[in-house]
């Protein structure tokens, strides 16, 4: 991204201009004392008169004028960095929120995503170097004017050796540039092995299998490596900046010979010499800051780039149809066929079926087959390569968002843990929280009990474990949970993918018992692995390798599908 876009795009210029302007009035300040502090030190070697107290007295407002605007221009940066962190990380959030599904799943997004996580702190760095930039400017300018006004020959050899002084610092600077992420890159494994010693999650691991001394053995090597090469780019980085202070020193020795000429013949005086010789030292140390500020302006523009791309990234496609709460049509797949992005075979290849209103069915196969992609597709998180998906008679991409919501409820395979109360988690597909009746009724019939299970946990209760307040809950019991939170639904269509994978066989014949009492007037997409559980369903559909090969109940896929007929009875044949 070029500054100027970004500059128009992202930076207000109400706030963005009064800083530069102060940047150059605090940059000014250095310039114009240079004289005054001479006239000072002349005064006070002479015994000092009014005009010396005069004199003093602006020297010191404009040092408190310094002061002052250095304060305004950090109050500013840091009322920017607030301001803009929370404008970015709105849009940052807003967008994530409208990204297309499938896009969400690609490694492009989380790679930008993280990217655009930066730019609050790089947006930050972009105005401080702004103003760092236009400050030194304007005190190197009128910094080498004030000296070519006292003596024009020194002023240009002034110039001279800080041209120099440049070139060679951004030489030796490419000789150390990366040198902390050359650093952290050579502790990265090290860093890896002392976690897998220090860390809880490894524990019962190292216990077990007693790699404690193997694990130690390797962290040993890999730091003793590191830290050769860690002491190689030190020893590097220690020469080149010796070598940096001795090009300093030289350069100060310098600027007392180009001075010493106009003090001897008499352009300038004793305090003169002096200011000049400060003001100049500085010049140089203002160069490398400036050659600084202009590096990290340039690489934060670049950086920063990552937020532009991750904003222009697809989003999904505006809705244009409606859904009516009273009519229920069912869902009918007209030969669709889908393929990831990236990949060259389809997963799933001209399926066709209809799933009617009010009736229980099981989708079954083998791991891979397409079973959470053809899931994904009935509710309109992907768009079919070919074919249509209808609810209602509509494309399902085409129904609004809040149409969706009333359409469908469904308990996916990976859940997401939400730091909520109980009851704020369960609720989370009603308009209204849920009260204890309708908890206490659901809970009753999926065996779940949060207050045996895990003592003092109540329906409002936090989730969270950062709070002291907060509790607990297994795998299972999150499980039984979002099957709730579908159960409270309204929705007509409820879809169920591996709800029962977290919890035992007890458990999963109480659950899968209710699940037809609880939504016996629902339509019920089933997923499941454990065929014993979806026996019961009306119909049974058998994907294999992305195709749909079968759709009938139990019985008559156990006659007439061979590779049912197979999965049935490998599962069954463990128990007997």
Known sequence: MELRTYLSRYISWKEYVPYLLIAAVTGSIPAVTINLRGDLIDGAAGGGNQGFFIGLAVFMALSLLQTVCGAVMN????????????????????????????????????????????????????FAASGDIVNLFVKLALSLFALWSMDAWTAIGIIFLLTIGILLNRTLARKTDGFWVKYREN?????????????REYAAERKIFSFDDEIDRRYRASFSNAKQENAKLGRGRFQIEAVMQLLFAFYGVMIVLLLLRPLMSGTITIGLFTSAFYAAVGLEQSC??????????????HRI???????NLEEDTPAKGSFADETNEGIEFCDVTFTYPGMNKPVLEHISFRLEPGRHYALVGENGCGKSTLVKLLVGLYQPDSGEVLVNGKPVHLLLPADRRRLFSVVFQDFYQY????????????????????????????????????????YDSDLMPLYKTSAGLSGGEWQKMT?????????????????????????????????????????????SHRLGSVRMADEILVLKDGALIAKAPHEKLMVECDYYAELFNTQKGMYV
Not at 292 to 301: F, K, R
Not at 428 to 443: E, Q
Not at 493 to 507: G, Q, W
């Open 75 to 126: 109050r500013t940066l840091e009322r920017h960095r607030i301001r803009q962190s929370a404008r970015l990380d709105a849009a940052r959030l807003e967008k994530a929120s409208k990204i297309a599904f499938p896009v969400t799943e690609t490694e492009r997004f989380h790679s930008l995503w993280q990217s655009s996580a930066d730019a609050p702190e790089l947006d930050a760095q972009i």
């Open 483 to 527: 099957v709730a939170r579908c159960v409270l639904s309204t929705a007509p269509i409820a879809i169920l993918d591996e709800p029962n994978a977290a919890l035992d066989p007890i458990a999963e014949a109480k659950v899968y018992e209710a699940y037809r009492g609880l939504l016996a007037q629902r339509m019920t997409l089933f997923i």
């Open 305 to 311: 780039g990552g937020l532009s791309s991750f904003l």
């Open 187 to 199: 502790m990265r494994r090290t860093n890896y092995f002392s976690s897998l010693l220090m860390q």
């Open 288 to 301: 490398k800051q400036m050659y600084a500020a202009v590096y990290d302006l340039i690489g934060s523009v």
């Open 419 to 458: 730091p909520l109360t109980i009851r704020e988690n369960v609720s989370l597909c009603m308009d209204v929280p849920a009260d204890d009746k309708m908890l206490d009724s659901v809970f009753d019939r999926l065996d779940f009990h949060p207050m045996a299970a895990s003592r003092e946990v109540g």
